[in-house]
C-alpha cells in the first residue's frame, strides 16, 4: 500500500508572492528638500492668489460662523435665503453703528497725537541729557588738534511722495468692493452650504467617509461659533474693564478705548502692542506728568494679563487653545502675505482647522502641533 506523505510545512513559495511582497512595501518617503520645496510653492500660491483667496477664505469663515443661527432661524419657519441675508444685514447694521459712534471722539483724539508726540520727545531727551553731555564732551575731545577743515556738504532734493492717509485713501475704494464681495459670498455660502455638503457627501466613496465629512463640518460649525462668540464676550470684558480703569484714571472718552481694547484683541500678542502704544500717547496728551502719562499703558497690561492669562484659559478651555508659537507665526505669515485681513483672520483660521483635525484621525499629529499644552 502506497504511503501517504502529510503536507509539507514548507511549501513552494507561490509565484505571486513576491509581487505582493513587493506591494507591500511602503511608499518611499519625501526628502527634507522635496519637502521645503513643497512649502515654498504652498507659500508661493497663497502670496499670488490673495486677490482671490481672500475673499473666498473670509466669506467661508463668516458663513461657518452664522450657519449655526442660519439653520435656526430657519427651523422657525424662516426661509434659508432671507434668514441668511437678514443675519449678514444684522452685522452691518451693528458695525456701521458701531463705526459711526467712535468717529467722532477718534477723530478729536488724532487731532490731539501731534501734541503728544511732543510730549513724548521732551521726555525722552529729558532722560537723554546726561548721555548727550557726556557724547559731547568727547566730541570736544576728539577734535582738539583735528582738522578743521569744512566737509564738503551736497544738498539732496527729494521729490515728495504721497503720505500714509494719501495711500490709505487710495486704497479704500478697493477695501470697499472686497468687503461687498466677502458679504456677497458669505450670503451665497450660507444659502446653499449644505446642497454642497450633500453633494460632497454623495461623492465619497465609502460610508465612514460620508460620515466623516459630515461630522467634520457641523463640529466646526457648531463649535467655531461656539469659540467666535466666546471670544467676543471675553473681549467684551475686556473692553468693558479697561473703560472703567480709565474713567477712574481721568482719561477722557474711556469708553472708546475700551471699545478699540476689545477690538484689538481678536489679533493676539499684535493687539497688546497695538494698544499699548495708543494708550501712551492717549496717557501723554492726558496727563502731564511721566508717571500719570505711562499709568494709562500700565493699566491696560495688567488687565490683558488676567484676561490672556487667568480668564479665557478658564472660559475657553485648553482643548481650543492654539499654541502661542504657532499663532505668531501665522500672524506673521499670513499678515506678510495678506496684510490687515491676514492678520484678522489667522486666529479663526487656526481655531478651524484644529477642530477639523481633531475630529479626522489621519489629521491628529496636525492637531497635536496646533494645540496648546500646557507646560509642567
Known amino acids: ?182 458679504l456677497f459670498l458669505t450670503v451665497l455660502f450660507l444659502t446653499h452650504g449644505d446642497s454642497v455638503l450633500r453633494k460632497l457627501v454623495r461623492l465619497a466613496p465609502q460610508l465612514r467617509i460620508k460620515k466623516d465629512i459630515v461630522d467634520a463640518t457641523r463640529s466646526a460649525q457648531r463649535e467655531l461659533s461656539r469659540y467666535i462668540l466666546t471670544v467676543t464676550l471675553v473681549n467684551l470684558a475686556l473692553g468693558g474693564a479697561v473703560a472703567l480703569a480709565l474713567w477712574l484714571l481721568g482719561v477722557e472718552q474711556p469708553l472708546l478705548w475700551g471699545a478699540i481694547a476689545a477690538m484689538v484683541n481678536y489679533a493676539p500678542y499684535l493687539g497688546l502692542a497695538i494698544m499699548v502704544g495708543v494708550l501712551t500717547v492717549v496717557g501723554f496728551v492726558q496727563f502731564d506728568t511721566p508717571g500719570m502719562a505711562l499709568s494709562v499703558p ?7 494679563l488676567i484676561e490672556s492669562e487667568i480668564i479665557t484659559p478658564l472660559v475657553v478651555g485648553r482643548s481650543m487653545q492654539i499654541d502661542p508659537l504657532v499663532v505668531i507665526l501665522s500672524l506673521l505669515i499670513l499678515g506678510w502675505m495678506w496684510g490687515l ?12 482647522f484644529k477642530i477639523i483635525a481633531d475630529k479626522l484621525p489621519g489629521l491628529a499629529p496636525v492637531a497635536q502641533l496646533i494645540g496648546h499644552e500646557k507646560s509642567s
Open 1 to 182: 500500500m502506497p504511503s501517504i506523505e502529510p503536507p509539507s510545512e514548507n511549501p513552494l513559495p507561490d509565484p505571486a508572492a513576491p509581487e505582493s511582497a513587493e506591494a507591500a512595501q511602503p511608499l518611499p518617503q519625501a526628502s527634507p528638500a522635496a519637502r521645503l520645496l513643497v512649502i515654498l510653492a504652498v507659500l508661493y500660491t497663497l502670496y499670488f492668489t490673495a486677490p482671490i483667496l481672500v475673499p473666498l477664505l473670509s466669506a467661508l469663515l463668516l458663513s461657518l460662523m452664522l450657519a449655526p443661527v442660519v439653520r435656526g432661524l430657519n427651523t422657525l419657519g424662516l426661509p434659508r435665503s432671507l434668514a441668511a441675508a437678514s443675519t449678514v444685514l444684522t452685522i452691518i447694521v451693528l458695525t456701521a453703528v458701531l463705526i459711526i459712534s467712535l468717529g467722532g471722539p477718534a477723530k478729536a483724539w488724532i487731532a490731539k497725537t501731534p501734541q503728544a508726540i511732543t510730549r513724548i520727545e521732551r521726555v525722552i531727551q529729558e532722560y537723554r541729557k546726561p548721555f548727550a553731555a557726556a557724547s559731547k564732551a568727547s566730541d570736544r575731545i576728539s577734535d582738539i588738534g583735528g582738522d578743521k577743515t569744512p566737509a564738503d556738504k551736497t544738498q539732496i532734493v527729494r521729490s515728495p511722495e504721497p503720505g500714509a492717509l494719501g495711500q490709505w485713501l487710495s486704497e479704500v475704494p478697493m477695501g470697499v468692493l472686497n468687503t461687498i464681495g466677502v
Open 298 to 304: 500700565g493699566a491696560y497690561i495688567v488687565l490683558n
Open 341 to 352: 485681513v491676514g492678520i484678522l483672520i489667522a486666529v479663526p483660521v487656526l481655531t478651524c
